[in-house]
């Protein structure tokens, strides 16, 4: 049974970078499959964030490609999402999730952009 | 980018009722990329539907998905009372892969 767990830091300073990792356990990243993130704001609905094909290509959504870098560490069968310059607005559980129609995800981890 | 629009925001119907999701997209659908997950409240999504018709794993066949181009159908035949959630359809054939607002399937 693949299984992803997210992992990182709850409390984000305003202006720092956001960090977190996917562990994926049950299946090898780089056998195939897209793997990326989706955040959800506190009471409010799903937004895309990013993709990473296993061969390392990524795909971002332009509302945040600015600050978004999506990485993949094969040897660790893990990928990684770094979110720099935090605000409020990005205050949400980040969910890791397989595939671009996520047939697999993460329990979820709640970030709090505070001071 | 293209937008998705669900409807209703909110359904209220009762156990054994007959539910019909629907999701209209701003322009149409690359080869029918189209999503549809249920989430339960502190839960993650859980994937329904890929390819707009193709039931994900385990999941029963009093669900259905229908639709292609920018109208797309979710349909739950007789309700069961764990079928009450937050249903999102999601496109995924063109960046950015976007969702919709998403539908609240509430007990009547």
């Known amino acids: 049974q693949v299984q992803l767990q997210e992992s990182g830091p709850g409390l984000v300073k305003p202006s720092e970078t956001l960090s977190l990792t996917c562990a994926v356990s049950g299946y090898s990243i780089s056998s195939g499959f897209y793997w990326g993130w989706v955040r959800q704001p506190p009471g409010k609905g799903l937004e895309w964030i990013g993709n990473i094909y296993h061969n390392g290509s990524t795909c971002y959504n332009p509302s945040l490609e600015s600050r978004v870098t999506i990485s993949i560490d094969s040897s660790k069968n893990q990928f990684s999402l770094r979110l720099t310059s935090v605000t409020a607005a990005d205050t949400a559980v980040y969910y890791c999730?397989?595939?671009?129609?996520?047939?697999?995800w993460g329990p979820g981890t709640l970030v709090t952009v505070s001071s | 980018e293209i937008l998705l629009t669900q409807s209703p925001g909110t359904l209220s119907l009762s156990p054994g009722d007959r539910a019909t999701l629907s999701c209209r997209a701003s322009?149409?659908?690359?080869?029918?990329?189209l999503a549809w997950y249920q989430q339960k409240p502190g839960q993650a999504p859980r994937l329904l539907f890929y390819v707009a018709s193709t039931r994900a794993t385990g999941i029963p066949d009093r669900f259905s998905g229908s639709g292609s181009g920018t109208d797309f159908t979710l349909t739950i035949s007789r309700l069961e009372p764990e079928d009450f959630a937050v249903y999102y359809c999601?496109?995924?054939?063109?960046?950015?892969?976007?969702f919709g607002q998403g539908t609240k399937l509430e007990i009547k």
């Open positions: 322009q149409s659908v690359s080869s029918s990329f």
């Open positions: 999730a397989r595939a671009r129609a996520a047939d697999f």
């Open positions: 999601q496109q995924y054939g063109s960046s950015p892969y976007t």
